[in-house]
């Protein structure tokens, strides 16, 4: 007979593994991480973990894809929402929230180690399209409603928006000093000023 499956628990089981596979690659980076370690700070079998995940790497992935995953499910979210440029800056505030998770920077780097691995690449592309098309929206939506410039068009707005969100994210992994908390009103004024013109 075979062996009924819950989603609910199989996505649960899943996602405790990712978030476990994270902290290992955020403490070891990708070489150092191993899957007896993910396995351990999962507190799981090798067998449960192979059961979800072929390799160390196919977990990198699905942390990558499940990013991804969350910007798409923040675009449908944001739909209903009828603000562009308060929905702006809510983007802004979430990209510095994110600064604050201390796994960022221990993670950034395990990615950076392996970014040139095809499969990796893809990920990462996939990624910066799905957070380009979300500000290229509501950029649209907030030269539409007159609340930001027009001059540049909403492709390279939501490109130099990016700039200064990944770069503030990148800054904030490399240098403990530098903190949403410390620099959170520069970052807002520079896309405010970006934005505006």
């Known amino acids: 007979m075979a062996r009924t499956i819950d989603p609910e628990r199989h996505r649960a ?24 370690a993910i396995c351990r700070e999962a507190g799981i079998g090798s067998g449960t973990f192979f059961h979800y995940f072929e390799t160390k790497k196919s ?14 499910q923040l675009a449908r979210d944001l739909e209903s929402h009828t603000d562009p440029l308060a929905v ?30 095809p499969e990796v690449a893809r990920a990462l592309a996939a990624d910066d399209a799905a957070q380009h ?3 290229r929206t509501w950029v649209a939506r907030a030269q539409r409603a007159g609340q930001i410039r027009t001059d540049l068009s909403p492709e ?3 490109s130099w928006m990016q ?35």
Not at 19 to 33: I, K, N, P, S, W
Not at 91 to 115: I, K, N, Y
């Open 59 to 72: 977990v990198l992935l699905a942390i990558l894809e499940l990013g991804i995953e969350e910007t798409q």
């Open 133 to 135: 098309a979300l500000l």
């Open 88 to 117: 702006l800056g809510e983007l802004v505030d979430r990209a510095l929230a994110d600064s604050t998770e201390p796994r960022l920077a221990g993670f950034v780097l395990a990615v950076g180690g392996v970014m040139g691995e």
């Open 163 to 197: 700039v200064l969100l990944g770069g503030f994210l990148e800054r904030a992994a490399a240098d403990a000093e530098f903190t949403a908390a410390r620099e959170g009103d520069e970052l807002r004024a520079a896309v405010d000023r970006l934005l505006r013109g």
């Open 13 to 36: 089981r899943r996602l405790h593994i990712i978030d476990a596979a994270l902290t290992v690659f955020a403490e070891r980076g990708y070489t150092g991480a191993t899957t007896a």
């Open 156 to 158: 390279r707005l939501a």
